[in-house]
C-alpha cells in the first residue's frame, strides 16, 4: 500500500527557504517529488507571505497540506487563548490544511478543554498534538496522560508522532510507538544522532537505521512528514529518493 507522503519546507533549511524566496519557492520541488503534500512552518513565512496565493500554490499542483504552529496547547496551567486557537485553525483553513499541529506544552492537573473542543467542532482541520524536543512537552508520561483522557472523553485530538524528538528528553522512541500508535494521525519521519556533546537531526540514510523498527510499529495509513534534513546540489533528487524510499517501506 503506497503511502501518503508529506514534505516539511523547514527539512531544507530555514537559510535555504530564505534564499528561494519563500515556503512557496519549494512547492515545485515537492510536487516533482512525487509527494503528496507540504507542511507549512508558521515559523518560517515572510511578511510577503499571503495565505491566499498559497493555497492557490497547493491546489494548482494538487498537493495536500499540514499546518504546524509553533505553539503550545497549553499555557501557564491553562489552555490556550480561544481567539489564538481560531487565528490558527482560520490560517489552516485558508490553505485547506488538513492538519493543524501544535505542541502539548506544560499539561496541568487539572484542566477544562470544554471552550477548546467546542471551537474544534466548527473546523474541519484535525487538531494534532506533537511530542517536541521540551522537558515538558518531550517525555512520554505528560503524553501518556493527556491522551488517556483524549480517549476517555473521546475528544477530537490525535497526536503527531516525531520519531527522533524521544532522544532529546532521553525516552525510547520504540516503546513511545507501542504506546501511543493508536491515537497517531500524522508521523514526522526523523532521526538524530550525537555530534559532540551536540544531538542533530539526521539524513536516513547518514543514520544507524533504527528508523525502521520505529516506523513500522506506527500505523502505516496515516501520512508521513519528511522532516530530516534534505541537502544537496539537486533538491528533488533528494526529495524524490526519499520520497519514494518512505512510499514503501
Known amino acids: 500500500m503506497s503511502k501518503d507522503i508529506i514534505v516539511v519546507t523547514a527539512a531544507y533549511g530555514a537559510q535555504t527557504v530564505k534564499q528561494l524566496g519563500g515556503q512557496q519557492a519549494l512547492f515545485d520541488i515537492i510536487q516533482n517529488s512525487h509527494a503528496d503534500g507540504a507542511e507549512i512552518r508558521q515559523e518560517l513565512l515572510l511578511p510577503s507571505d499571503n495565505f491566499s496565493d498559497i493555497a492557490k500554490g497547493l491546489q494548482s499542483r494538487q498537493l495536500t497540506a499540514v499546518y504546524s504552529v509553533p505553539d503550545t496547547l497549553f499555557q501557564q496551567q491553562a489552555p490556550i487563548e480561544i481567539h489564538q486557537l481560531r487565528l490558527y485553525l482560520e490560517q489552516a483553513q485558508s490553505f485547506n490544511a488538513q492538519i493543524l499541529k501544535l505542541s502539548l506544552g506544560d499539561l496541568p492537573e487539572q484542566y477544562d478543554l470544554s471552550e477548546v473542543i467546542n471551537l474544534l467542532n466548527q473546523y474541519t482541520t484535525q487538531l494534532v498534538i506533537e511530542n517536541d524536543q521540551t522537558e515538558v512537552g518531550g517525555h512520554i508520561a505528560p503524553l501518556e496522560r493527556f491522551f488517556a483522557d483524549v480517549k476517555a472523553q473521546n475528544l477530537p485530538i490525535k ?11 532521553q525516552e525510547d522512541p520504540l516503546k513511545a510507538a507501542h504506546i501511543f500508535a493508536p491515537q497517531v494521525a500524522y508521523i514526522h519521519v526523523k532521526a538524530c544522532q550525537l555530534r559532540g556533546n551536540k544531538r542533530v ?49
Open 201 to 249: 537531526a539526521v539524513a536516513l540514510d547518514d543514520s544507524y537505521g533504527t528508523w525502521k523498527e520505529v516506523l513500522n510499529a506506527l500505523p502505516n495509513n496515516v501520512p508521513r512528514g519528511i522532516e530530516f534534513p534534505l541537502e544537496g546540489h539537486d533538491l528533488r533528487a533528494v526529495t524524490e529518493y526519499y520520497v519514494s524510499l518512505l512510499k514503501e517501506i
Open 159 to 169: 497526536m503527531a508522532f516525531d520519531m527522533a524528538n524521544w532522544h532529546w528528553q
